[in-house]
């Protein structure tokens, strides 16, 4: 006996190929983050190896040894090495030593411009590893109206604070989607910037996401206590 919702395309069941098709689409988004986190270790690994092993002798290499190559030798290598130039350069003739050869390279044309880029750089980027931005925000960009995701990262201080003459100025970095490490640094006045309750990591999900994740996957408008009963 054919019922009411026997005719009603909309409230059968999915049949065999939809649910196949949904269950792949599934294993899809399973596997694929762990599969390409992987591939991008493994690869990043090899390089290393690849670079660092032939500048090791032969033997110190493991590989005449055991018979087989052993993938992340190269990297322990790489480990072992830079710490012990990171314990000379902190002593006195390790000082001395990089002085003298940094007045050597700074001597020549254009190796001196390459030489200190990189070198500020690295300072600029390690110096600062410890530190992080403070809060996610809600700022106007590109105009009235419009609001992007920032990342509050420190008060405007110098040059940038004294000639704006925009008051209490604070730098944020608005990331593009869906790769939030390029961006744009805007300084925006304090009083425009509408600081977020989601941390910097959640936020920086929804960014790459393009809007499709939402902190925990809930709605940060509904209660607590709503979204748990959800």
Known sequence: MNTPFDDDPLLRKPGRFARFRSNFLTGIVVIAPVALTMWLVWSVVGWIDGVVLPLVPK?????????????????????????????????????SLIRWGESLVLQMPVVRTI??????????????????????CLVEYPRKGLWVIGFVS?????????????????????????????????????????????SVEQAAKLVISAGLVYPNGKDPTVPVEDNADA
């Open 154 to 198: 420190t008060e405007a201080k110098g040059e940038v604070a004294e000639k704006s003459q925009a008051g209490r100025l604070m730098g944020v970095f608005v990331p593009t989607t869906p790769n939030p490490t390029s961006g744009f640094l805007l300084f925006v006045p304090k009083d425009d910037i509408i600081e977020l309750d989601m």
């Open 59 to 95: 033997s110190f290499q493991p590989e005449p040894y055991l018979g087989i190559n052993l993938r992340g030798v190269g990297l322990v290598f790489f480990f072992v090495f830079t710490v012990l130039i990171g314990w000379v350069a902190k002593g006195w003739i390790g000082r």
């Open 115 to 136: 030489y200190s880029g990189v070198k500020q750089i690295a300072e600029t980027v390690f110096s600062q590893a410890d530190r992080s931005f403070e809060k996610a």
